[in-house]
């Protein structure tokens, strides 16, 4: 204390303190209610991409939130990482499970709120996750409480910032309103993709916070009835 020495006098230690706080490893997951949180490892490569196709769309107004799920075109905003970079710390019994049908993708969801968190292959081998944006919101801010309106978009910032801006917007065609396709960005996309799923066969099975270590979801999915699925695809926005 008598030598005024603080902790981050050095180069050295200024530029180690200024990097713990500036890379921030992590980032938080939680449903709307916060029943469900847990966090997001950061990925070492993902893809950000808005999806329009009406499987999406039946997703999230099955789910009642359509307006805070989609933007005004109908497009969801999700982030394809590997699901073993997802961890939840509390809520996991309210993880409930969709399939719109009896081959879909698993549709994971918080049922305590409605809030969708992602979509996975139903071959735990395929080691991916579209992580919906919406359980990405809440808890960024300094209160973690959500605005009364629009409260689900509110921290597109956070998201930019930790996950980087989105890469590309795909199944345009059943947008609800003009949404420009993009072919070079899509493909490109695409090989990344398949590179990603490449990794992770040879990677071989581990257990996730979505499946077990034999690969079975570890929430049995609801089917959605045909009657169902058709209602929520009709359904115009
Ligand atoms: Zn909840
Ligand atoms: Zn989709």
């Not at 999230?60 to 109908?74: K, P, V, Y």
């Not at 409930?96 to 735990?124: F, H, Q």
């Not at 209602?231 to 926005?237: E, H, V």
Request: charged share 20%; hydrophobic share 40%; proline share 6%.
């Amino acid at each position: 204390m008598a030598r005024g020495q603080s902790a981050l006098d050095s180069p050295a230690q200024l530029t180690r303190a200024l990097h713990v706080t500036v890379a921030a490893p992590e980032h938080p997951l939680q449903c709307r209610c916060g029943t469900v949180k847990g966090f997001v490892r950061r990925p070492k490569r993902l893809t950000r991409c808005i999806c329009y196709c009406k499987d999406c769309q039946a997703f999230a107004r099955f789910l009642g939130r359509g307006d805070e799920i989609m933007d005004a075109q109908g497009g969801t905003d999700a982030i394809q990482i590997a699901p073993a970079d997802v961890t939840f710390t509390q809520g996991k019994e309210a993880l409930a499970c969709l399939r719109l049908t009896e081959k879909g993708l698993l549709r994971w969801y918080a049922a305590c709120c409605k809030t969708p968190i992602g979509n996975t292959p139903a071959n735990s081998r395929l080691s991916v996750i579209g992580l919906v944006h919406s359980c990405l919101h809440e808890g960024t801010s300094p209160h973690g409480a959500s605005s009364p309106e629009g409260g689900s978009r509110g921290g597109a910032a956070s998201l930019d910032a930790f996950f980087g801006p989105v890469d590309v917007r795909v199944n345009t065609k059943s947008a609800s309103g003009r949404v420009k396709s993009q072919p070079i960005a899509l493909a490109w996309v695409i090989v990344r993709f398949a590179a990603m799923l490449a990794r992770a066969r040879m990677g071989g099975h581990k257990p996730t916070s979505f499946f077990s270590a034999a690969g079975e979801p570890l929430v049995t999915p609801k089917v959605l009835s045909r009657s169902e699925l058709n209602r929520l695809q009709s359904f115009s926005p």
